[in-house]
């Protein structure tokens, strides 16, 4: 068998690269089957193993984004002689995004930091574009919209200069959406929405149209039009491929929460059972918490019973990092409770919520019960719990 140069193969790697950072799965799934022979029959290059691995790490990150494939534990890597100044990067970029991805968001801000002195390095504006959109995400994430919204513009302005980058210009948007949206800036955030829509309806990418409506979904549901909400999740849910991806249960989550929230009770008891049937042969830990919460609070009759499921619900979803979660649904569960007369349970309920927003809050006496009773539960202040889709 001929032995094949490293240079060979380091020059398809950049093809590969490429491919990744246009977000072409259809290419880049090609190469990725392509590389795997032909590292089999490179000559031994260290640094052209180290870069494999990381650009592989970033594939199988795209692929999460773009298709909903569910990322399995990464290998840990070392960390490159300094060397190559794109290897080296790409190693604190890659750790960066992993752990953004496992909700380790205080470490993912250290390595980005490392990651954004590394790239002044390195002379290419896509890479500049493609960081500012990552890192723009963690922002969003946060909360920290105008920090945000300073990366992302930085990215649209690069991905619009730039021909085959149109998957990555919608990408953005969703990211420029979403912090208008925080910022309570509702019409704005919409035409973000149906700019990258019309990217997609161009590129006749049925997949990214279905993220596109989940994430729209969620802007309709913050501005309290439920209709609207539906009718996007059902577009979602209206591709194939989608319905396989592990964002099915985003998106079946968001919809059995708006039907119920306008007691469409029936219609919400016909996708319970659509997900239980998913669930047998695909788990997915915390959406399986989200929807039992949801089914002890609007179907378990005994008042206790209901409260204690909940709480357990609760729990699990704080045991798998999913604050954000918690807290959302701490906080639906009081205002439901409240609706039903049950102050006591939606006092505990609000105060979780309180602690998951606040952990350093602290009842100041025993008569914030009945402040409570008097203020009224306001559930419009809690954020709904966005999963936004392929954003990263």
């Not at 399995?72 to 080296?88: A, G, H, V, W």
């Not at 949206?181 to 019409?187: A, K, V, W, Y």
């Amino acid at each position: 068998m001929a032995i094949i140069s490293a240079e060979q193969v380091g020059n398809r790697l950049n093809d590969w690269r490429i491919a990744i950072r246009k977000h072409d799965v259809q290419s880049a799934n090609a190469m990725y089957t392509e590389l795997k022979q032909l590292l089999q029959e490179m000559e031994e290059n260290q640094e052209v193993l180290t870069y494999y691995s990381l650009l592989e790490g970033k594939y199988k990150l795209m692929i999460y984004e773009r298709r909903g494939k569910t990322l399995k534990e990464q290998t840990e890597l070392d960390c490159p002689s300094k060397t190559n100044d794109l290897i080296e990067y790409y190693f604190y970029l890659y750790k960066a995004l992993y752990a953004s991805y496992n909700r380790d968001y205080a470490s993912a801000i250290g390595l980005f930091k490392i990651a954004e002195k590394k790239l002044q390095n390195i002379p290419d504006e896509i890479e500049v574009a493609e960081f500012h959109t990552k890192i723009a995400n963690l922002y969003m994430l946060l909360r920290q919209s105008l920090i945000s919204l300073h990366y992302i513009q930085n990215a649209v302005d690069i991905f619009k200069s730039h021909e085959g980058y149109e998957r990555r210009l919608a990408s953005a948007f969703v990211i420029s959406a979403a912090n208008y949206m925080d910022i309570g800036d509702f019409t704005r955030a919409e035409n973000y929405y149906k700019k990258a829509l019309h990217i997609a309806d161009s590129l006749n990418d049925r997949f990214l149209a279905s993220q596109l409506f989940h994430n729209i979904s969620i802007l309709y549901a913050e501005a309290g039009e439920s209709k609207k909400c539906i009718d996007a999740l059902e577009q979602a849910l209206s591709d194939e491929n989608y319905l396989s991806s592990c964002y099915f249960h985003h998106t079946m989550f968001m919809l059995v929460k708006e039907l119920l929230s306008i007691d469409e009770r029936t219609q919400a008891l016909y996708y319970f059972e659509l997900v239980n049937q998913k669930h047998e042969s695909e788990k997915c830990p915390i959406y399986t918490a989200k929807l039992n919460l949801l089914y002890h609070l609007y179907f378990t009759e005994d008042m206790s019973q209901k409260a204690q499921a909940c709480f357990e619900e609760i729990s699990i979803l704080k045991e798998l990092k999913d604050a954000e979660g918690a807290c959302e649904l701490s906080a639906l569960a009081a205002k439901h409770f409240e609706d039903l007369g049950a102050i006591h349970q939606a006092y505990l309920f609000l105060k979780e919520a309180y602690h998951m927003n606040h952990p350093i809050f602290e009842w100041r006496n025993s008569n914030e019960k009945n402040e409570f009773i008097v203020h009224r539960f306001n559930h419009c202040r809690f954020r709904t719990n966005s999963v936004f889709q392929f954003v990263k």
